[in-house]
């Protein structure tokens, strides 16, 4: 079946520095992807959705400076932490989808820790 | 406005009991809606999914009931065993659309006592 490989799983960083978490498809074309947080105990919440080759599209009250998306492959996308501060820890999770009428496969998700 | 909401938050049932987890739509242009399984530190995983031409589905000892008139879909877990302990979403898209994007429940916790 489809997979995503997402990493790292987790990673701790200091407050002001960037972090990139990487998801790929291993076994499809990835014409969408998405991202999202989600907080302990609580559902998913969407960020971004990025068709490959287009700029990605936030949701309202995420800031796109803040969190930037690559999407530049059929196979890669990468969400980027800049500038990290402890609000922003939380488990981040992508999602891919190989077009119109297919399904979501997810990634393992990222623990991510500003200290 | 929530898209779709989900009930109850948490479920404790007994080993061998049946789990059920209800949800309600808003939008009719909703064409496809699953069930992911969630355990703690992972990403979600896609139990069973629906479209709504078909009233249910099974899989294995997971069921989808779906009422199309009603907006309303549930997950019934039968014989339910402790490795189902878990989060359970469910979840409705409409995939036609370019973006497709999905619209989570709030989530359900499940416990299954030994």
């Known amino acids: 079946g489809a997979v995503v490989s997402q990493h790292p799983s987790w990673v701790i960083c200091k407050s002001g520095t960037s972090v990139k978490i990487e998801c790929r498809s291993l076994d499809f074309q990835a014409t969408t992807m998405f991202w999202y947080r989600q907080f302990p105990k609580q559902s998913l919440m969407l960020m971004a959705t990025?068709?490959?080759?287009?700029?990605?599209?936030?949701e309202q009250g995420v800031e796109k400076d803040k969190f930037l998306i690559n999407h530049a492959s059929l196979t890669l996308s990468t969400l980027t932490v800049t500038s990290a501060h402890p609000e922003d820890s939380s488990f981040y999770i992508c999602s891919a989808r190989s077009g119109r009428n297919y399904g979501y496969t997810f990634g393992s998700g990222t623990r991510l820790t500003v200290v | 406005q929530q898209q779709v909401k989900q009930s109850p938050q948490s479920l404790i049932v007994q080993k061998g009991g049946i789990s059920i987890i209800n949800c309600a739509y808003e939008?009719?242009?909703?064409?496809?809606f699953p069930w992911y399984q969630q355990f703690p530190g992972k990403g979600p995983a896609l139990l069973i999914a629906?479209?709504?031409?078909?009233s249910e589905k099974k899989e294995g000892r997971f069921t989808i009931s779906f009422n199309k008139s009603a907006k309303q879909f549930s997950l019934h877990i039968m014989d339910s065993q402790p490795g189902d302990s878990a989060t359970y979403f469910c979840a409705a898209s409409y995939r036609g659309s370019t973006l497709g994007r999905l619209y989570f429940g709030r989530g359900t916790q499940l416990t299954v006592w030994p």
């Open positions: 990025s068709n490959e080759g287009s700029k990605a599209t936030y």
């Open positions: 939008n009719t242009a909703f064409d496809y």
């Open positions: 629906i479209r709504p031409d078909v």
